[in-house]
């Protein structure tokens, strides 16, 4: 039977990690710098306790950032109707490139956390993948019966352009603006679709 002492560090407890994701969750949503030390003081806690309540600083953006991604049909639910791979494929992109640079602290982070170590990068969310598949949907009676391998190659060309990792080599290494970084990899993931939708017609 619990005691009250029990009952209350149990709940103090809960408060505490509370508080540490609610501050990652602020810190996130202000699009700047995410770390441990920072959330740590914003939650008004040491390192050390945030890091007791979370391993890494991955597992704790994946708990903050929990939920606040909608499921790929509703990201998608402006162009529900269009049977246009090209169409889907470029709001798609555009979808995540501008939620990555309203995030892109956490983003930062979390790619830094997984390229140190390649095992963890299952704890980075998927986003990408759902949202690549759910636009191509058109393409399922069609390129995917008739060249499976394309259709294959096709996600995996998409994947690579429709991606915090194309959009910070945009920005970082080639020195475009947000806006023209997200319309570059657009028009490449266009392009590529494009080429896909092509080979049908020939087919």
């Known amino acids: 039977m619990a005691t009250p002492i029990d ?35 914003a939650a008004m806690v040491s390192e050390p306790t945030a890091y007791r309540y979370f391993p890494d600083l991955p597992s704790l953006i994946s708990e903050a950032l929990a939920g606040a991604w909608p499921p790929p049909a509703e990201a998608l ?14 709001f798609a992109c555009e979808f995540l490139l501008r939620g990555i640079l309203r995030r892109q602290g956490a983003v930062r982070a979390m790619i830094a956390a997984t390229v140190a170590r390649p095992a963890a990068a299952a704890e980075r969310p998927g986003l990408r993948f759902g949202l690549i598949d759910h636009a191509l949907a058109p393409l399922e009676e069609t390129l995917a019966a008739t060249d499976p391998e394309a259709f294959a190659q096709l996600k995996r060309d998409l994947a690579v352009v429709v991606g915090a990792e194309a959009l910070f080599t945009l920005t970082d290494l080639c020195g475009l603006a947000p806006d023209d970084a997200v319309a570059s990899a657009v028009r490449t993931a266009t392009t590529l679709t494009e080429a896909a939708v092509r080979t049908v017609g020939q087919g």
């Open 7 to 41: 009952t209350g560090r149990s709940n103090q407890k809960r408060r505490t990690r509370a508080a540490i994701v609610e501050a990652a969750s602020s810190l996130i949503a202000a699009g700047g710098e995410v770390s441990m030390p920072a959330v740590a003081r």
């Open 77 to 90: 639910a402006p162009v529900a109707d269009s049977t246009d791979p090209v169409e889907r494929v470029a």
